[in-house]
């Protein structure tokens, strides 16, 4: 997708949310191909935006063999996989290290010198649901 195509994108979701009318919205960035949509978003929301970048934990070698995820700071690992490939946990613990600090360094960047949002208290849409999350999530 281009960067008009982004753009035009995020103009026409931010439509549709602001009919919505939400009352003093965050916009969530989870990917860096979706900052220009987001953007726009939360610019047509007069809302602030913040990036959360999630990233695989993978076996180096093994491109199919995802050991987790890290997020915020925090890895969210699959111990059924962990444990099945007995894997020691040290090692895990540098391979999400790294990933957590390959995440932390592209919030940086995307960021621009901005502090992370305070979303204490905040986020969820009717139903307990963020907004946009499907029903049963």
């Known amino acids: 997708m ?3 195509e982004r753009c035009q ?6 439509r549709r949310l602001a009919k919505r009318h939400l009352s003093d919205p965050i ?5 860096t191909g979706g900052v220009r949509l987001a953007r726009e978003i939360a ?7 913040d990036v959360l970048i999630a990233l695989e934990v993978i076996e180096p070698g093994w491109r199919q063999l995802q050991l ?12 059924g996989v962990i444990s099945s ?13 790294y990933e957590i600090k390959q995440a932390e ?11 992370p949002l305070d979303v204490a ?14 029903p049963g999530r």
């Open 2 to 4: 281009s960067y008009d």
């Open 9 to 14: 994108s995020g103009l026409v979701l931010a």
């Open 27 to 31: 916009i969530f960035v989870m990917s």
């Open 43 to 49: 610019r047509r929301l007069h809302a602030p935006m």
């Open 68 to 79: 987790g995820a890290v997020a915020g700071g925090m890895f969210f690992p699959d111990q």
């Open 85 to 97: 490939e007995g894997l020691p946990a040290d090692y895990v613990d540098r391979l999400a290290a």
């Open 105 to 115: 360094s592209a919030e940086s960047f995307l960021r621009r010198q901005h502090p």
């Open 121 to 134: 208290g905040r986020g969820c849409g009717p139903g307990g649901r963020w907004v946009g999350q499907s």
